[in-house]
DNA sequence: GATGAAAATTAGACAGAGTCCAATTCCTAC
DNA sequence: GTAGGAATTGGACTCTGTCTAATTTTCATC
């Protein structure tokens, strides 16, 4: 848990923070994401954006939200071929996904133990471990 | 462990058990994976199966994929947010996914252990579950 | 407040993966 | 060999994401 409220100001401190320099465009993608706690897509971010007036463009949507994840203010989340969710929950956890609905659910790390992985190969150091639950409806023989 | 000898003869009868009609393209494609053993992108395939002649059209490269994967004969493993890899590999396994050079190493899944998972929502069953561990050079700070 | 340089944003062209479709070719059973 | 269904094809198309050159914003300094 880092913020309770996620007004403006507080995100701003909050990019600050992560040495992002906090820019009205910046801000308003970082309050559509936080302000959810929901799993994004850079579509989705920019629709919410420009709901009201367009104010934000397509570039600077992707670059936005690249620059979140260089700073490791969000995570990216890849489990659909055709696009990639963006996830404002730093805390270690994983994913259940729901391929028929594309649905995305939070599982909470802390109570998962995975034993009995190999060692790394040499000269290579593990920048995460992703895992994703693929679930389907009952009785479901598509795709 | 399926068959030692990935010729064409016996791919074709590998094809036949999983309800899939072998012609002269699906057998190709099915060559090209299973006798490398390695995962490979819908490019690569559509690459190494031309290549001597053009034999087979992107399209039918596709197409073919998907009715693999759908007859549970390779394994879709989504790691590169730009690219779907294929895997002849139907055993039980996990990857390692090198973000720099892109390489995709198998786990073997019996030695691992997960434990406290939770339980599943209701109304959906499992269809498999997917563990990349990301990896990148030591000392490397990019992406 | 004016000024100028660096940082950020923009529109729109572009690239690459993957899908779609109507037309053709290939098999198989007769 | 013929009919008919299955498979394949080329090419247009869509969609996500990147790139670029031009413009706008920001901000420190005067």
Known sequence: MNKLQY??????????????NP???RIEIAHALFSRQAHLSAD???AIVNEKHSETSKATVY???????????????????SKVFYDPNMEPHYHI???????LTDIDA???????????PGGVVAEGMDVVIRVRPESDNNS
């Open 7 to 20: 007004t403006r100001e507080n995100l701003a401190d909050t990019l600050r923070r992560h040495g992002i």
């Open 23 to 25: 820019t009205h465009q």
């Open 44 to 46: 989705q971010v920019m």
């Open 63 to 81: 670059n936005t939200l690249n620059l979140f994840r260089q700073k490791k203010l969000v995570r990216e989340v890849i489990v659909d071929p």
């Open 97 to 103: 996904y729901n391929l028929e609905s594309g649905e």
């Open 110 to 120: 802390s109570s998962v133990r995975i034993s009995g992985l190999p060692q790394l």
